[in-house]
């Protein structure tokens, strides 16, 4: 449940800043339930804002300790923001590779060759393709001689497809297509603008989760409504996310955990009187709870 303002520390109600944050949270709450956001989801981006708000305002008062928790707030909330990717491929580690002949109605992973009557041209390199996702940067130097990139447009173009397994043929219906982990299909920079291509080619070997259903007495694959997913990726980039997977993983937790260590050291009072180092354990944040 979300509280009201009186339920305020009293030296919160006092500051007009973080008073006006928390006096709106109701409103506000009530405003992202009408969008049909389910209330779990809700209530937890709520407490993310209001945390990272806090952690903000306690950083003025407490220090590092309030930028600790900051930085780990930061990083949680990064981990758990869901992205078609991250969703793709986490998907594709609990889903079996459905057959075609057999597909059960509902979310579905299929893995063949793409193909597709109709083409279109890819806009940078023309040829002709199932579909294409093209974007535009700007480019722009600092002083130190670096590129950064602006994204100033996209356009895309998916066009109905099938996927052929060793089973059967299956018709995909692409609206809400995405494509997921495509290197460029080509790559152009000139006149202060990045241009990058990502296409979709017949007799291409792919990776795609979606939701197979009936139409017109046959059955299709569309974009599953309850985990919002109908996406694509080639089967060379899926194994090798699967094999690099675990190493990814042990690393940021050891990035992390070490990240974690070193901010807590830091946090910790010292004397160096030339000879000797003393730390002051229980005079940080972290310790002085400890203290007997």
């Not at 956001?37 to 305002?57: D, E, M, V």
């Not at 930028?67 to 594709?92: A, E, N, Y």
């Not at 040829?127 to 670096?146: F, L, N, P, Q």
């Amino acid at each position: 449940m979300v509280s009201d303002d009186q339920s305020l520390p009293l030296n919160l109600r006092h500051d007009p800043f973080i008073y006006q944050f928390f006096s709106g949270l109701k409103e506000r709450f009530i405003e992202e339930q009408q969008k049909s956001q389910s209330t779990p989801k809700t209530i937890l981006k709520f407490i993310a804002s209001g945390l990272l708000l806090l952690i903000f305002y306690g950083a003025l008062s407490y220090g590092p300790i309030a930028f600790v928790g900051l930085f780990l707030l930061i990083f949680i909330i990064s981990w758990l923001k869901p992205t078609t990717k991250g969703q793709f491929f986490k998907l594709q580690q609990i889903l079996p590779t459905s057959k075609i002949r057999s597909l059960a109605m509902g979310l579905v992973e299929v893995e063949g060759k793409v193909s597709s009557s109709k083409q279109v041209a890819a806009p940078l390199s023309k040829e002709k393709c199932i579909a294409y996702y093209y974007t535009i940067h700007e480019v722009s130097r600092d002083s130190d001689g670096d590129k950064h990139y602006r994204l100033i447009s996209t356009s895309e173009e998916y066009l109905p497809f099938e996927i052929t397994d060793d089973t059967g043929t299956v018709s995909i219906v692409p609206e809400g297509l995405e494509l997921v982990s495509f290197s460029p299909s080509a790559e152009q920079e000139y006149g202060g603008r990045s241009y990058t291509e990502y296409a979709l080619f017949n007799n291409d070997k792919m990776m795609l989760i979606g939701a197979a259903s009936e139409q017109n007495n046959q059955v299709v694959i569309v974009k599953d409504r309850i985990k919002n997913i109908l996406a694509i990726s080639p089967v060379t980039k899926v194994s090798m996310w699967n094999k690099s997977r675990p190493l990814v993983n042990t690393v940021l937790v050891f990035c992390g955990t070490t990240a974690f260590l070193i901010a807590i050291i830091l946090t910790i009072p010292y004397t160096f009187d030339g000879h000797t180092l003393t730390l002051n354990f229980w005079q940080s944040p972290f310790f002085s709870w400890l203290k007997p």
